[in-house]
């Protein structure tokens, strides 16, 4: 097989996938970097269908979402994707979307990890041959992907109960719904008013078909910047955590 080593996409804006201000929303945008990383894995013959056969699945544990500017409807976007390293359990894998011309609009940083799919436990990366070559020089965002602190101090809660159309191939909730429900439980005069500058995640476990959750929100120091946090209510457990930097519009 041919060597692909930067994976591209061209995408265009369609009229679901906007806000109500006409920009691309943010799951949107994290469609499109699951869809870039998939197809590239694929094309690499280490993707889903690939990797599934031997009983092995990437499971995307942190992701960060740096917006430069949104794209709008009807706009054509460039999505590049390469993959930086591979280190013990993880891969780190990152993200530019460009306009025609080559300016960025979007960067994005990500770790997959390696997963038994019967054991769900991790499996080393380098137990296998990656046909591709890496790019460690070549950083979207030109910091590590890190490890969200605790949310101590709630300012507010909410429930959401887990339905359907919210669970992928595997049969647990897909990482973009996430944020979906994260954002939902924000108040609409934030939402109206201000626009998402960057976006952090670290998925921590897995939510299933009818789990009740509590989706929590507390603001930090820092002006418009708040911590969320998704918790299982049957055992407490955590299932992810977020930090969201807002911008006035």
């Known amino acids: 097989m041919e060597k692909v080593s930067v994976g591209i996409e061209n995408y265009k804006v369609r009229s679901y996938q906007m ?3 006409g920009r691309l929303t943010l799951t949107g945008i994290a469609g499109y970097l699951q869809e870039s990383a998939g ?5 690499m013959g280490f993707g889903f269908v690939q990797m599934s056969k031997s009983g092995l699945i990437w499971v995307l544990t942190r992701l960060k979402i740096l917006v430069h500017q949104y794209p709008h409807w009807t706009d054509e976007i460039k999505a590049e994707t390469w993959v930086v390293n591979c280190e013990k359990f993880f891969s780190r894998r990152d993200f530019e979307f460009k306009t025609s011309s080559g300016e960025v609009l979007i960067s994005a940083i990500s770790g997959w990890m390696l997963v038994d799919i019967k054991a769900k436990r991790p499996q080393l990366v380098d137990s296998f041959s990656m046909n591709i070559d890496f790019f460690p020089e070549r950083l979207a965002i030109n910091e590590d992907i890190n490890k969200i602190q605790e949310l101590k101090n ?5 429930l959401y109960k887990v339905i359907y159309s919210d669970l992928d191939v595997v049969n647990h909730v897909n990482n973009t719904q996430y944020l979906r429900i994260i954002l939902d439980t924000q108040p609409f005069e934030l ?4 626009h998402i500058k960057s976006f952090e995640i670290n998925y921590i476990a897995e939510a299933l078909m009818n ?5 929590l929100t507390q603001k930090l120091d820092s002006e418009f910047q708040f911590i ?3 918790r299982r209510i049957s055992d407490q457990k955590i299932i992810c955590r977020a930090i969201i930097q ?3 519009d």
Request: net charge negative; proline share 4%.
């Open 19 to 21: 806000d109500m201000k």
């Open 39 to 43: 197809n590239h894995a694929h094309d």
């Open 154 to 158: 709630p300012d507010s809660e909410q």
């Open 191 to 194: 939402r109206s008013n201000y």
């Open 211 to 215: 789990d009740e959750l509590k989706v």
């Open 228 to 230: 969320h946090e998704i």
């Open 246 to 248: 807002w911008e006035k």
